[in-house]
């Protein structure tokens, strides 16, 4: 499986934007998938996640209610739509995929990982 994030930019505080990532290879819909996020001298945390199955939905704390996961298993891709941005939202946001299995907030979990896209917001 390869994954492409897109949909980062430069956003004023406030505003919104959408993050795709798209998924080659079979079988997207046995995939658990995963949000990541990094900033500049801090460790990658967990933003939010779907499952492969149902699309239970987890997020952080520090987003939830901000930030909406979604997927769309016949385009094979997995959203996320991020409202009220804030600027301690600015980092480069990944996305993951697991297949199967649960734990989708432990990035060792994950099978497969995609190349980042920046994310600012601006004050």
């Known amino acids: 499986v390869q994954l492409q994030a897109s949909g980062g930019g430069l956003v004023q505080a406030g505003g919104s934007l959408r993050l795709s990532c798209a998924a080659s290879?079979?079988?997207?819909?046995?995939?658990?998938m995963g949000w990541f996020r990094q900033a500049p001298g801090k460790e990658r945390e967990f933003v939010a996640s779907i499952r492969w199955a149902g699309g239970t939905t987890d997020y952080a704390d520090s987003v939830k209610g901000r930030f909406t996961i979604s997927r769309d298993n016949a385009k094979n891709t997995v959203y996320l739509q991020m409202n009220s941005l804030k600027p301690e939202d600015t980092a480069v946001y990944y996305c993951a995929a697991r297949y199967y299995g649960l734990g989708l907030r432990e990035e060792r979990n994950y099978d497969y990982w995609g190349q980042g896209t920046q994310v600012t917001v601006s004050s």
């Open positions: 290879g079979r079988a997207f819909s046995s995939y658990g």
